[in-house]
């Protein structure tokens, strides 16, 4: 498949990442209310890898987790995509949709604007029959925003996540669906 290379909103502008990218990125990544469901802050090397891995992914898959960037500043604030999850589950093998915003960029409605972009790419360009979302149990916010774009709770299959060690306190994750039926039904 030809990478998919952009997407737009109303607001957002979802595009391919830029070397430029690095030090908003790391700023973000290395914030700890950003970070804060995951296992750590993560260091500039860290995310510059993680740029790495999904340069790599649209390589592979033709789509990944894109730029994120406001339109009306052309401000790179985070990112949102869709990526093959890489660990092994009872829901596995599936496609994900996730994001990850700067804090400044909370509570505008982004997260929901850019996946609900990201959805409709999924079902109408890269033609997936489901994807999934998951979150840790503690993070409401993420969980809204599944919420926001139509994806359903399914808590028979909700998870401990196997790279965290038993005794974390973010292992315990919550597992969101949605198929390209129940997405068209919201259009």
């Given at each position: 498949m030809e990478p998919i290379l952009e997407l737009s909103s109303a607001r957002?502008?979802?595009?391919?990442w830029r070397d430029?990218?690095?030090p908003a990125f790391a700023?973000?990544?290395a914030d700890p209310h950003v970070?804060?469901?995951f296992p750590k802050p993560l260091t500039?090397?860290?995310s510059a890898k993680m740029i790495g891995r999904v340069r790599g992914h649209f390589a592979e898959y033709g789509f990944g987790l894109w730029a994120l960037e406001r339109k009306d500043t052309g401000e790179f604030i985070g990112f949102t995509g869709l990526n093959?999850?890489?660990f092994d589950a009872g829901f596995t093998p599936a496609v994900e949709i996730g994001w990850r915003l700067a804090r400044e960029h909370w509570g505008l409605g982004y997260a929901s604007e850019a996946a609900w972009t990201v959805l409709g790419c999924g079902f109408e360009?890269?033609?997936l029959q489901e994807i999934v979302s998951f979150t840790a149990v503690c993070n409401l916010p993420s969980q809204k925003v599944m919420q926001a774009i139509g994806m359903q709770h399914v808590s028979s299959e909700d998870f401990d996540h196997p790279n965290l060690p038993e005794d974390h306190p973010l292992r315990p994750h919550v597992l969101y669906r949605i198929n390209r039926q129940q997405w068209l039904a919201t259009l």
């Open positions: 957002l502008l979802m595009r391919q430029d990218d690095l700023q973000m990544c970070m804060r469901y500039r090397l860290e093959v999850v890489g360009h890269v033609e």
